[in-house]
């Protein structure tokens, strides 16, 4: 399952038979041992919301913002790190941007589920669950039925969400 070369990195292997992917397999996890610095750096971007900068009132004020903090940064010393005198440019650009044009807001990944879908997955893990406890014939076309509903339910779900985005964008586009 793993290649010889890397099978020193894996620390712990571990099958999750609970978890639901919605296949007849096991969910499968592994602790790989750190390979490089590289492999371990994060970065926290902080996401401005850019698209306030069409409005006019709000990039009026970012600019003001902006070149209020410029003038502060001409009365530093010549002598300063450059290190430095970027480091106070790119913070106060950002700090500008945070209060003029606010962080960007994350969007729901999908906003066609709903509590129904909910139920739907549950009605899935627990056939699931059934199957697992009981191999039967009985319990596996139990697990196949519930599954077909519950895709055809969420693709329904999706398709009408579509639908619903598609109208708007035409509703504005003849406006």
């Known amino acids: 399952m793993i290649d010889r070369r890397w099978h020193s990195s894996i620390l ?3 099958s999750f038979r609970g978890d ?3 296949t007849d397999h096991y969910l499968v996890a592994a ?7 590289q492999a371990s750096q994060k970065f926290n971007v902080e996401r401005f919301n850019l698209r306030k900068l069409y409005d006019l009132e709000f990039r009026k004020q970012y600019q003001i913002e902006i070149s209020n903090r410029f003038v502060a940064l001409k009365n530093l010393s010549d002598n300063e ?3 430095r005198a970027w ?8 700090t500008s941007a945070k ?3 606010g962080l960007h807001d994350l969007q729901q990944h999908k906003p066609w589920f709903d509590e129904e879908c909910l139920r739907s997955l549950d009605k899935r893990k627990q056939a699931k669950m059934h199957w697992l406890q009981d191999l039967s ?3 596996v076309d139990n697990l196949n039925n519930v599954r077909r509903e519950a895709s055809r339910h969420f693709r329904g779900k999706k398709r009408r969400h579509i639908r619903k985005l598609n109208l ?3 509703e504005l586009i003849v406006r």
């Open 12 to 14: 712990d292997v571990r």
């Open 20 to 22: 639901d992917c919605d």
């Open 31 to 37: 602790k790989f041992r750190k390979g490089s610095k």
């Open 81 to 83: 790190n450059i290190l």
């Open 87 to 94: 480091e106070n440019v790119r913070d106060n650009i950002k």
């Open 99 to 101: 209060e003029s044009l």
């Open 137 to 139: 014939q009985g319990s």
């Open 168 to 170: 708007r964008n035409l």
